[in-house]
Protein backbone atom coordinates (compact mmCIF):
# COMPACT_ATOMS: atom_id res chain seq x y z
CA UNK A 1 0.00 0.00 0.00
CA UNK A 2 2.67 2.26 1.39
CA UNK A 3 4.57 1.81 -2.17
CA UNK A 4 1.29 3.00 -4.57
CA UNK A 5 1.07 6.25 -2.12
CA UNK A 6 4.29 6.84 -3.10
CA UNK A 7 3.67 5.80 -6.73
CA UNK A 8 0.52 7.89 -6.86
CA UNK A 9 2.59 11.07 -5.33
CA UNK A 10 5.05 10.87 -8.06
CA UNK A 11 3.06 10.54 -10.79
CA UNK A 12 1.29 13.70 -9.51
CA UNK A 13 3.85 15.34 -8.94
CA UNK A 14 4.97 14.58 -12.56
CA UNK A 15 1.48 15.75 -14.32
CA UNK A 16 1.54 18.87 -12.02
CA UNK A 17 5.60 19.55 -13.77
CA UNK A 18 4.16 18.87 -17.43
CA UNK A 19 1.05 21.11 -16.51
CA UNK A 20 3.39 23.70 -15.30
CA UNK A 21 5.46 23.47 -18.48
CA UNK A 22 2.77 23.64 -20.50
CA UNK A 23 1.79 27.19 -18.50
CA UNK A 24 5.37 28.42 -19.02
CA UNK A 25 5.59 28.64 -22.40
CA UNK A 26 4.80 32.17 -23.43
CA UNK A 27 2.71 32.61 -27.08
CA UNK A 28 1.85 35.26 -28.19
CA UNK A 29 -1.01 35.49 -26.01
CA UNK A 30 -1.60 39.32 -25.11
CA UNK A 31 -0.81 40.86 -28.48
CA UNK A 32 -3.37 38.89 -29.38
CA UNK A 33 -5.94 39.35 -27.10
CA UNK A 34 -5.13 43.25 -27.63
CA UNK A 35 -6.11 42.65 -31.53
CA UNK A 36 -2.70 43.71 -32.91
CA UNK A 37 -2.22 40.32 -34.40
CA UNK A 38 -4.69 42.01 -36.98
CA UNK A 39 -2.31 44.91 -37.96
CA UNK A 40 0.32 42.77 -39.43
CA UNK A 41 -2.00 39.97 -40.95
CA UNK A 42 -3.29 43.75 -42.72
CA UNK A 43 0.09 44.89 -43.82
CA UNK A 44 1.39 41.73 -44.65
CA UNK A 45 -1.64 41.21 -46.22
CA UNK A 46 -1.15 44.68 -48.16
CA UNK A 47 2.36 43.77 -49.44
CA UNK A 48 1.26 40.72 -51.01
CA UNK A 49 -1.21 42.16 -52.60
CA UNK A 50 0.77 44.87 -53.89
CA UNK A 51 2.98 42.58 -55.54
CA UNK A 52 0.24 40.55 -56.93
CA UNK A 53 -1.35 43.82 -58.56
CA UNK A 54 2.20 44.23 -59.97
CA UNK A 55 2.53 41.39 -61.67
CA UNK A 56 -1.18 41.35 -63.14
CA UNK A 57 -0.09 44.68 -64.76
CA UNK A 58 3.04 43.43 -66.01
CA UNK A 59 1.42 40.26 -67.36
CA UNK A 60 -0.75 42.23 -69.08
CA UNK A 61 1.72 44.78 -70.70
CA UNK A 62 3.69 41.43 -71.93
CA UNK A 63 0.49 40.30 -73.76
CA UNK A 64 -0.16 43.64 -75.45
CA UNK A 65 3.61 43.32 -77.13
CA UNK A 66 3.46 39.75 -77.87
CA UNK A 67 -0.27 40.36 -79.42
CA UNK A 68 1.20 43.72 -81.11
CA UNK A 69 4.13 41.37 -82.35
CA UNK A 70 1.41 39.12 -83.65
CA UNK A 71 -0.03 41.52 -85.91
CA UNK A 72 2.93 42.86 -87.44
CA UNK A 73 4.25 39.48 -88.55
CA UNK A 74 1.06 38.70 -90.26
CA UNK B 1 4.93 33.37 -83.66
CA UNK B 2 3.84 34.18 -79.99
CA UNK B 3 1.51 30.84 -80.06
CA UNK B 4 -2.04 31.86 -79.40
CA UNK B 5 -4.12 30.03 -81.80
CA UNK B 6 -7.40 30.39 -80.81
CA UNK B 7 -8.67 33.21 -78.30
CA UNK B 8 -9.53 32.10 -74.39
CA UNK B 9 -11.91 33.05 -71.68
CA UNK B 10 -9.92 34.92 -69.20
CA UNK B 11 -10.97 32.26 -66.39
CA UNK B 12 -9.53 29.52 -68.46
CA UNK B 13 -6.16 31.63 -68.83
CA UNK B 14 -5.72 32.95 -65.69
CA UNK B 15 -7.14 30.69 -63.51
CA UNK B 16 -4.30 29.16 -61.81
CA UNK B 17 -2.06 32.12 -61.49
CA UNK B 18 -5.66 33.62 -59.66
CA UNK B 19 -5.84 30.41 -57.39
CA UNK B 20 -2.03 31.06 -56.71
CA UNK B 21 -2.42 34.26 -55.47
CA UNK B 22 -5.90 33.35 -53.24
CA UNK B 23 -3.98 30.32 -51.76
CA UNK B 24 -0.89 32.27 -50.54
CA UNK B 25 -3.41 34.88 -49.64
CA UNK B 26 -5.17 32.31 -47.44
CA UNK B 27 -1.83 30.97 -45.86
CA UNK B 28 -0.96 34.77 -44.86
CA UNK B 29 -3.98 34.98 -42.96
CA UNK B 30 -4.79 31.50 -41.68
CA UNK B 31 -1.11 30.88 -40.61
CA UNK B 32 -0.68 33.92 -38.48
CA UNK B 33 -4.45 33.19 -37.08
CA UNK B 34 -5.25 30.03 -36.55
CA UNK B 35 -4.02 27.78 -34.04
CA UNK B 36 -0.53 26.17 -34.12
CA UNK B 37 0.55 23.66 -31.50
CA UNK B 38 2.27 25.02 -28.14
CA UNK B 39 5.67 24.25 -27.93
CA UNK B 40 9.17 25.05 -26.19
CA UNK B 41 11.96 27.02 -28.01
CA UNK B 42 9.69 27.66 -31.22
CA UNK B 43 6.82 29.40 -29.78
CA UNK B 44 5.25 31.26 -32.49
CA UNK B 45 7.78 31.25 -34.24
CA UNK B 46 6.69 27.92 -35.29
CA UNK B 47 4.03 29.81 -38.26
CA UNK B 48 7.43 30.07 -40.33
CA UNK B 49 6.99 26.58 -41.28
CA UNK B 50 4.16 27.91 -43.49
CA UNK B 51 6.31 30.68 -44.43
CA UNK B 52 9.83 29.42 -44.86
CA UNK B 53 9.56 25.56 -45.26
CA UNK B 54 7.38 26.45 -48.55
CA UNK B 55 10.28 27.98 -50.46
CA UNK B 56 12.07 24.66 -50.65
CA UNK B 57 9.18 22.88 -51.26
CA UNK B 58 8.37 25.41 -54.10
CA UNK B 59 11.83 25.66 -54.89
CA UNK B 60 12.05 21.93 -55.75
CA UNK B 61 9.18 21.63 -57.98
CA UNK B 62 10.50 25.23 -59.82
CA UNK B 63 13.85 23.16 -60.27
CA UNK B 64 12.00 20.31 -61.58
CA UNK B 65 10.44 22.30 -64.41
CA UNK B 66 13.16 23.88 -65.70
CA UNK B 67 14.66 20.04 -65.41
CA UNK B 68 12.14 19.05 -67.55
CA UNK B 69 12.15 22.54 -70.32
CA UNK B 70 16.10 21.44 -70.31
CA UNK B 71 15.12 17.59 -71.45
CA UNK B 72 12.93 19.14 -73.96
CA UNK B 73 15.08 21.60 -75.50
CA UNK B 74 17.88 18.25 -75.87
CA UNK B 75 15.27 16.45 -77.77
CA UNK B 76 13.68 19.09 -79.72
CA UNK B 77 16.55 22.01 -80.04
CA UNK B 78 13.57 24.56 -79.72
CA UNK B 79 15.60 27.94 -78.08
CA UNK B 80 11.40 28.58 -76.22
CA UNK B 81 12.60 25.50 -74.41
CA UNK B 82 16.19 27.06 -73.46
CA UNK B 83 14.34 30.43 -72.56
CA UNK B 84 12.08 28.78 -70.07
CA UNK B 85 14.83 26.53 -68.81
CA UNK B 86 17.20 29.62 -67.84
CA UNK B 87 13.66 31.66 -66.25
CA UNK B 88 12.60 28.36 -64.18
CA UNK B 89 16.58 28.08 -62.99
CA UNK B 90 16.52 31.79 -62.16
CA UNK B 91 13.11 31.57 -59.93
CA UNK B 92 13.99 28.92 -58.40
CA UNK B 93 17.68 30.65 -57.09
CA UNK B 94 15.48 33.22 -55.83
CA UNK B 95 13.23 31.29 -53.79
CA UNK B 96 16.20 28.87 -52.49
CA UNK B 97 17.83 32.16 -51.07
CA UNK B 98 15.03 33.35 -49.90
CA UNK B 99 14.57 30.09 -47.91
CA UNK B 100 18.68 30.38 -46.95
CA UNK B 101 18.12 33.54 -45.42
CA UNK B 102 14.84 33.03 -43.39
CA UNK B 103 16.58 29.95 -42.41
CA UNK B 104 19.16 32.01 -40.83
CA UNK B 105 16.36 34.00 -39.83
CA UNK B 106 14.74 31.65 -37.35
CA UNK B 107 18.36 29.67 -36.58
CA UNK B 108 19.45 33.35 -34.99
CA UNK B 109 16.30 33.10 -32.72
CA UNK B 110 15.82 29.08 -31.79
CA UNK B 111 19.05 27.88 -32.41
CA UNK B 112 21.00 30.66 -31.22
CA UNK B 113 22.98 31.26 -34.01
CA UNK B 114 22.70 32.73 -37.64
CA UNK B 115 24.31 29.44 -38.98
CA UNK B 116 24.61 26.38 -37.53
CA UNK B 117 26.83 23.95 -38.90
CA UNK B 118 23.76 21.70 -39.90
CA UNK B 119 23.80 19.40 -42.80
CA UNK B 120 20.69 21.04 -44.21
CA UNK B 121 21.89 24.25 -44.36
CA UNK B 122 25.09 23.86 -45.71
CA UNK B 123 23.83 21.41 -48.30
CA UNK B 124 21.14 23.84 -49.28
CA UNK B 125 23.81 26.19 -49.64
CA UNK B 126 25.77 24.41 -51.78
CA UNK B 127 22.76 23.55 -53.77
CA UNK B 128 21.84 27.29 -54.69
CA UNK B 129 26.04 27.49 -55.51
CA UNK B 130 25.58 24.78 -58.05
CA UNK B 131 22.78 26.49 -59.36
CA UNK B 132 24.73 29.88 -59.10
CA UNK B 133 27.17 28.65 -62.05
CA UNK B 134 24.23 27.21 -64.05
CA UNK B 135 23.75 30.75 -64.27
CA UNK B 136 27.01 31.84 -64.92
CA UNK B 137 28.30 28.85 -67.13
CA UNK B 138 25.46 29.47 -69.31
CA UNK B 139 25.93 33.67 -69.50
CA UNK B 140 29.59 33.19 -70.37
CA UNK B 141 28.77 31.60 -73.71
CA UNK B 142 27.81 33.74 -77.06
CA UNK B 143 26.99 30.92 -79.56
CA UNK B 144 22.77 30.98 -78.60
CA UNK B 145 22.92 26.73 -79.84
CA UNK B 146 25.90 25.68 -78.38
CA UNK B 147 25.03 27.78 -75.09
CA UNK B 148 21.76 26.43 -75.01
CA UNK B 149 22.90 23.02 -74.88
CA UNK B 150 25.76 23.04 -72.67
CA UNK B 151 23.45 24.78 -69.92
CA UNK B 152 20.76 21.98 -70.63
CA UNK B 153 23.53 19.44 -70.10
CA UNK B 154 24.71 21.28 -66.85
CA UNK B 155 21.01 21.52 -65.55
CA UNK B 156 20.47 18.01 -65.90
CA UNK B 157 23.91 17.34 -63.30
CA UNK B 158 23.05 20.46 -61.40
CA UNK B 159 19.31 18.69 -60.28
CA UNK B 160 20.65 15.51 -59.45
CA UNK B 161 23.55 16.98 -57.27
CA UNK B 162 20.98 19.24 -55.65
CA UNK B 163 18.87 16.61 -55.09
CA UNK B 164 21.56 14.60 -54.11
CA UNK B 165 22.64 17.75 -50.64
CA UNK B 166 18.75 18.69 -49.99
CA UNK B 167 17.42 15.02 -49.90
CA UNK B 168 19.34 12.33 -49.58
CA UNK B 169 22.90 13.69 -47.51
CA UNK B 170 20.92 15.33 -44.81
CA UNK B 171 18.87 12.44 -44.65
CA UNK B 172 22.09 9.64 -43.82
CA UNK B 173 22.05 8.60 -40.41
CA UNK B 174 25.48 9.47 -39.87
CA UNK B 175 24.58 12.98 -40.02
CA UNK B 176 23.05 15.10 -37.28
CA UNK B 177 20.71 17.29 -37.58
CA UNK B 178 18.81 19.99 -35.73
CA UNK B 179 15.91 20.01 -38.23
CA UNK B 180 12.74 18.10 -37.84
CA UNK B 181 12.78 14.77 -39.69
CA UNK B 182 16.50 14.46 -39.75
CA UNK B 183 19.74 13.05 -38.22
CA UNK B 184 17.68 10.78 -35.59
CA UNK B 185 15.21 14.03 -34.88
CA UNK B 186 11.54 13.42 -34.95
CA UNK B 187 9.71 14.28 -38.48
CA UNK B 188 6.96 16.16 -39.80
CA UNK B 189 4.73 13.51 -39.39
CA UNK B 190 4.84 12.96 -36.02
CA UNK B 191 3.94 15.94 -33.86
CA UNK B 192 5.52 19.44 -35.71
CA UNK B 193 3.01 18.94 -38.28
CA UNK B 194 -0.75 18.68 -37.14
CA UNK B 195 -3.86 18.52 -38.21
CA UNK B 196 -4.17 22.39 -38.01
CA UNK B 197 -0.64 22.92 -39.59
CA UNK B 198 -1.23 20.79 -42.79
CA UNK B 199 -4.46 22.42 -43.71
CA UNK B 200 -2.68 26.07 -44.19
CA UNK B 201 1.24 24.02 -44.81
CA UNK B 202 -0.03 22.83 -48.21
CA UNK B 203 -2.04 24.86 -50.28
CA UNK B 204 0.80 27.48 -49.07
CA UNK B 205 3.07 24.90 -51.08
CA UNK B 206 0.93 24.88 -54.08
CA UNK B 207 0.29 29.18 -53.96
CA UNK B 208 3.88 28.93 -53.80
CA UNK B 209 4.55 27.16 -56.67
CA UNK B 210 2.03 27.95 -59.06
CA UNK B 211 2.97 32.16 -57.86
CA UNK B 212 6.81 30.89 -59.10
CA UNK B 213 5.38 29.42 -62.63
CA UNK B 214 3.89 32.49 -63.37
CA UNK B 215 7.20 34.93 -62.55
CA UNK B 216 9.46 32.72 -64.76
CA UNK B 217 6.46 32.44 -67.69
CA UNK B 218 6.53 36.33 -67.35
CA UNK B 219 10.22 36.49 -67.40
CA UNK B 220 10.48 33.72 -70.41
CA UNK B 221 7.84 35.74 -72.11
CA UNK B 222 10.00 39.14 -72.17
CA UNK B 223 12.79 37.17 -73.08
CA UNK B 224 11.04 35.28 -76.00
CA UNK B 225 9.93 38.92 -77.14
CA UNK B 226 13.59 40.13 -76.84
CA UNK B 227 14.72 36.99 -78.74
CA UNK B 228 12.16 37.34 -81.57
CA UNK B 229 12.91 41.14 -81.72
CA UNK B 230 16.92 40.25 -81.94
CA UNK B 231 16.26 37.51 -85.05
CA UNK B 232 14.29 40.39 -86.84
CA UNK B 233 16.86 42.76 -86.30
CA UNK B 234 19.81 40.62 -87.37
CA UNK B 235 17.68 39.42 -90.54
CA UNK B 236 17.41 42.60 -91.51
CA UNK B 237 20.98 43.57 -90.69
CA UNK B 238 22.35 41.15 -92.88
CA UNK B 239 19.36 41.01 -96.60
CA UNK B 240 20.34 44.94 -96.26
CA UNK B 241 24.11 44.13 -96.39
CA UNK B 242 23.89 41.54 -99.11
CA UNK B 243 21.87 44.43 -101.33
CA UNK B 244 25.07 46.64 -100.80
CA UNK B 245 26.72 43.76 -101.80
Redesign the interface.
Known amino acids: MKSYNCLLILLFTLLQNVGMAQDTIDMADTMRSNGKIYVVVGVISIIFLGIITYLIRLDSKISRIEKKLNKTAE | ?2 Q ?1 TKPRSWISKHWW ?1 ASG ?1 IL ?2 YS ?2 AG ?2 GDVP ?3 IL ?2 SVRNLYFHVTMWFSMLAIFSFSLYYSIMYLTKSNIRDDINAEKFANTGILLGSLGVITGSLWARFTWGAWWVNDPKLNGAAISILIYFAYVVLRNSMDEEQKRAKVAAVYNIFAFVLMLVFVMVYPRLNQVDSLHPGNGGNPGFSSYDLDKNMRIVFYPAVLGWIL ?1 GI ?2 SR ?1 SA ?2 EA ?1 AY ?2 MTIFTKNKIDKNNEIL
Open positions: MFEKAVMIVLLVLPHEIWILRAIEQ
